[in-house]
């Protein structure tokens, strides 16, 4: 979990309820620097998650990972993995709805030997969501306020949408490098509160690439481990703070 005051939290809370609701962000409540692009996409994208429940009569898939409860993981990303570098969030759901679609997500459950999944219902997928959502936002709402970072590498500034078709903003970089035991690896990034993989950079060992304030973890694919792609759910990274994490694969 990352550090943040508890003004954070509550700042962080209405932002995801309005994102939740799908208002309108508005320009002057957002400091700058800060951007909520990729938040915004996985809510978007959580909540047509919460909509194809019922249609195909299952709970809501989810990860064990350390520091909180279970996060939710997309279903396009479980029901038919794995996305390739350039997929985006409606690539992926072209795909769901494609000829590829691999069945009922009872059949992606036990098709899965991995302990590492569980099933939760809709109203505790939501507020697992939440809770680590609003973790992941007042941890870059606190960011804010340290520009200049923990002591290391220096961030670099990134020009970013605040929110999808908004304004941009300049936005602190944090510079960080992933490394694995084997070389020629894939590797993503995804936010700690919802399993949607984003590609990182390849090939290992090790890679490095900038990302914006919050807590992550990552996963590898290539290789000896196949198209899917494995997550280290222990390696929590929260920034700024970590400047690298080594994956056991």
Known sequence: MGEYTEQDAERASRILETLIRRERLWDEKFDEGLSVVDVQAHVNEFLNDLEILPAIG?????????????????????????????AGWWGRWARFWGDEYNGPLSDAFRRSSDPVFVSLSPRQ?????????????????????????????????????????????????????VSTNSHGLRTYWTGAYYISPNFFDAPTTPVEEYLLAGTYIFGVNGGAYGSNVQWDTNAVCTLPGKTSVHLEY
């Not at 299952?58 to 570098?85: E, I, Q, R, T």
């Not at 020009?159 to 078709?165: A, D, E, H, L, S």
């Open 125 to 177: 997928a939501q507020e697992n969501f939440f809770i680590r959502a609003r973790d992941f936002l007042a941890t870059r709402l606190s960011a804010l306020r340290r520009p200049g970072g923990p002591p290391g590498p220096p961030r670099k500034p990134l020009n970013i949408y605040r929110y999808r078709q908004g304004p941009p903003t300049t936005a602190g970089g944090c510079l960080f490098s």
């Open 58 to 86: 299952a709970y809501f898939p989810a990860m064990k990972v350390a520091g909180g409860p279970p996060s939710p993981v997309s279903l396009a990303w479980f029901l038919n993995p794995p996305w390739p570098p350039f």
